[in-house]
């Protein structure tokens, strides 16, 4: 049809390179073709050609995956498993085995703890806040507004806006003479110090919502978008409210939506340390030291047991909770597949 | 009810779609005190809809109420008086007329609070581009305690933090200093691009290979493994640096520019991307190509990759933006300030120069915000995209 006409005029304009590279695929292809003409009929002709038509796909995926696989193999996995390995031996010119000696050490290691604690605190308060917020400008912006598509925009720009770009306005608001505090002195509240105590968190958790809300709310539009309009008809008729038919229809298709949002906040609010680090560098006030810091420090000093096992106690944590992310997820909207 | 309707509005053709229906039972379009509504009001974008001045748009939940009133007015008996009808229309109108008012306020609402967030939003980016049109006196005047302090010099200009939306006079001195008169800024400007640029294309180049490995054929093992690639995209930096770095200092490449590189152009997150993307392209396409003698990689160049490039455009503005702002990376890798990328070294202007500071900071964002000012719509894409992880 068209296609037979298009491909070979733009296959001749193709470079020699990928000519070569091409010609072995038609090749194999061109196998393929003789295997289909000579066993037609036959049961067992017909067998072996499915077979010759297998090995041909396995042999073309295989060929494709071939740089992507090798690749991550050499830089994320193979190494992995050295990770794992080191984090199990007393030090990497003896090689004895010491079992989760390390595991232990790291725990016990005061930075660590206050690092993850941080982190962790961090998580649990920013990531609901990142996904109530984004769900209510979602709810928002999917109804009848003016200016609907601006308001997209502007939700969206802090996310194209790099941290280091905005890092001085924040110090400049939340500095200890700084408008947030000339702010809240007109309320009666005295002054905040606010990257040195134990308020450090809260302009970095501002920071973190001012960027990722957007992408949040996007992801959260679609989401709404997608729901049956019949079934919040039908609810309409029924004279539901608006309450119930946002809690009982719409949260209910939304769950995939809100896990997915859930761990892209969480997986953000690890990379949080980038904000940190700009706005109070490698040393900032305790509730600010992050999971990164420690392990910047720890990769300074180059201690690749310690390492090792932190990255691997983290990779468990992050495996654990996501896995529990899927299955609250399953659970709460299987009904709805 | 449609019965009743047609019964009801003798002369008004209602042969359009449930939407008309819905329009008619709020009462004769002779009551509405604005515009009445056009197709185009339902305008998914918002950009029709902004134009209309008044929400002409009966509220949705209108046949929750509409219902009760109709049957007693169109019911079995068709022979109804007419007073009586029009005593019925008139109220079922005034209720319309209370909903449309309810509506109003809802929106106002609505609109302040995307105003409200909207101004929060915006608020740093035009603090950075104003203050960057400041003189360096004028920096120095309302900023100069917070950055004076931190170099242990402490230098009293102004005792508050003054906090400015518009220059005294509006001057370029900033930018003029940053190009012209310090180098080191544009370089590691250029840092940035270098590491960014190649990292973008690669892992495009090579995840688009992987994608269509996984998309076009699938297999059980295939489908492991691309399984473990979610995993490792879901992984913190914190996590993945580590296997990076010692294969780095394997390879003899950390200080190097290849070590910030290679891990990138592997980097899993495009090809979980892109396989999604190809995995909706439908397969009689590639069947139809392949009836007409196309080879795997002419099917591969010729079908797949024209069919991706909205999904293309829609990474390499993501992968963009997250390389843009890489921190972590060059900070373990690159033991060398001076190959730092931009977005290290802007953290570290505070300390000394910060009367350009902000001209810096806003020729940083440039970039990204192009990006995002031509290619808002591919973006959004991407993201909607990236959701949907079930799948």
């Known amino acids: 049809m068209d296609l037979k006409r298009k491909i070979p005029e733009k296959f001749k304009d193709a470079g020699a390179s990928l000519h070569s590279a091409g010609q072995k695929l038609n090749r194999a292809l061109r196998k393929n073709a003789n295997g289909q003409d000579t066993g037609s009929g036959q049961a067992a002709a017909k067998e072996s050609r499915m077979s010759v038509r297998q090995r041909r796909e396995i042999r073309v995926s295989w060929t494709f995956l071939a740089p992507s696989i090798i690749g991550v193999a050499m830089f994320f996995v193979l190494p992995f498993f050295v990770v794992i390995y080191y984090s199990m031996i007393d030090n990497p010119v003896r090689h004895r085995p010491v079992g989760l000696a390390n595991y232990v050490r790291v725990f016990n290691n005061s930075a660590f703890r206050l690092a993850a604690l941080n982190t962790l605190k961090f998580s649990l308060v920013a990531v609901p806040l990142a996904v109530s917020l984004s769900l209510l400008l979602a709810v928002v912006m999917e109804q009848k507004l003016p200016w609907k598509s601006r308001f997209r925009s502007f939700f969206l720009s802090p996310m194209m806006v790099p941290t280091a770009s905005v890092i001085m306005i924040w110090q400049i608001l939340f500095h200890y003479n700084g408008l947030a505090n000339v702010l809240l002195a007109k309320f009666g509240v005295g002054k905040i110090d606010w990257l040195k105590s134990s308020y450090a968190q809260v302009p970095i958790i501002l920071l973190f919502l001012w960027k990722n809300l957007g992408y949040n709310m996007i992801l959260f539009m679609s989401g709404l978008a997608n729901i049956p309009r019949d079934q919040i008809e039908v609810a309409r008729l029924e004279s539901a409210t608006e309450f119930q038919i946002f809690w009982l229809i719409k949260i209910r298709y939304l769950s995939s939506t809100i896990l997915f949002v859930t761990i892209m906040s969480l997986i953000n609010s690890f990379k949080v340390f980038r904000e940190t680090y700009l706005m109070s560098g490698d040393y900032p006030y305790d509730a600010l030291y992050m999971l990164q810091h420690f392990m910047n420090n720890t990769f300074r000093s180059l201690d690749y047991q310690k390492l090792s096992s932190a990255a691997v106690m983290m990779a468990l944590f992050m495996i654990v909770v996501i896995g529990a992310l899927f299955l609250a997820e399953d659970r709460f909207g299987r009904d709805l597949e | ?391």
């Open chain 2, 1 to 391: 009810m449609n019965l009743g309707n047609r019964k009801n509005g003798p002369g008004k053709n209602i042969v359009g779609s449930i939407r008309d229906r819905v329009k008619f039972e709020q009462g004769p379009p002779v009551l509405y005190p604005f515009k009445k509504p056009s197709e185009n009001d339902q305008d998914k974008d918002g950009s029709a809809a902004g134009e209309a001045e008044a929400p002409a748009e009966i509220p949705a939940e209108a046949p929750a109420a509409a219902p009760v009133k109709e049957p007693e007015a169109a019911g079995p008996d068709a022979l109804k008086s007419l007073s009586d009808l029009s005593a019925a229309r008139i109220a079922s109108a005034r209720k319309a007329l209370t909903k449309e008012r309810r509506e109003m306020i809802r929106m106002v609402l609505r609109t302040v609070i995307a105003g409200f967030f909207a101004i929060l939003f915006l608020m740093p980016i035009v603090l950075t581009i104003t203050n960057s049109l400041m003189t360096v006196s004028e920096i120095n005047a309302n900023y100069g305690v917070i950055f004076a302090k931190k170099n242990g010099v402490r230098v009293f200009i102004s005792q508050t933090v003054n906090l400015k939306f518009i220059p005294d006079i509006i001057s370029f001195s900033q930018y003029f200093k940053v190009l012209v008169m310090s180098p080191e800024y544009l370089m590691k400007f250029w840092n940035s691009v270098f590491y960014t640029v190649p990292i973008v294309l690669f892992q495009l180049a090579i995840a688009s290979l992987a994608s269509y490995g996984f998309a076009r054929y699938r297999g059980r093992v295939r489908e492991v493994i691309f399984f473990a690639y979610i995993i490792l995209m879901l992984m913190p930096y914190q996590v993945t640096l580590v296997p990076n770095f010692l294969v780095s200092s394997w390879l003899r490449i950390i200080d190097t520019r290849w070590a910030i590189w290679l891990p990138g152009f592997f980097s899993p997150f495009a090809v979980y991307m892109l396989t999604k993307y190809m995995r909706r392209i439908p397969k009689s396409i590639y069947e139809a190509a392949e009836i007409d003698g196309a080879g795997e990689w002419q099917i591969f160049t010729k079908i797949c990759l024209p069919n991706c490039k909205g999904g293309l455009a829609s990474i390499a503005i993501l992968l963009f933006i997250d390389y843009w702002n890489m921190v972590e990376q060059p900070l373990i890798l690159l033991s060398d300030e001076q190959m730092h990328p931009l977005s290290v070294f802007l953290s570290k202007i505070n300390t000394g120069e910060i009367s350009l500071a902000f001209a810096v900071a806003v020729i940083y964002m440039v970039l990204p915000m192009m990006v995002f000012l031509y290619g808002e719509e591919s973006l959004v894409e991407g993201i909607v995209y990236q959701g949907g992880i079930k799948e």
